[in-house]
Nanobody, 120 residues
Framework: QVQLVESGGGLVQAGGSLRLSCAAS????????VGWYRQGPEKARELVAV????????NYADSVKGRFTISRDNAKNTVYLQMNSLKPEDTAVYLC?????????????WGQGTQVTVSS
């Protein structure tokens, strides 16, 4: 049974930073594609960042490029999302996603999400 548990969300002022964590169990982050999505109020779920299985390909949404960084610690079996220069429009529930490839990962495993609220 694969489980993903996010943490690190919270309330932060605009311009601040947060680091989200996604602890995986039941499968290794090192052999999977991993990613972060978000869903804001009355908005569709959108891709924030994704890393390929080998870690050589990383994609970001245009809205977060230069501000957010995805990484993973294979020893801790954890994926991170470092978020800097946060804006009110970054307010959303952030969800961790894991799957065998970037093309198919959304069909596989999801965490329960962590709330990020950015005040102006």
């Amino acid at each position: 049974q694969v489980q993903l548990v996010e943490s690190g969300g919270g309330l932060v002022q605009a311009g601040g930073s947060l680091r989200l964590s996604c602890a995986a169990s039941g499968s290794s982050v090192s052999i999977n594609a991993v990613g972060w999505y978000r869903q804001g109020p009355e908005k569709a779920r959108e891709l924030v960042a994704v890393m390929s299985r080998g870690g050589t390909i990383i994609n970001y949404a245009d809205s977060v490029k230069g501000r957010f960084t995805i990484s993973r610690d294979n020893a801790k079996n954890t994926v991170y999302l470092q978020m800097n220069s946060l804006k009110p429009e970054d307010t959303a529930v952030y969800l961790c996603n894991l799957g065998p490839s970037r093309a198919t990962m959304t069909r596989f495993y999801w965490g329960q999400g962590t709330q990020v609220t950015v005040s102006s």
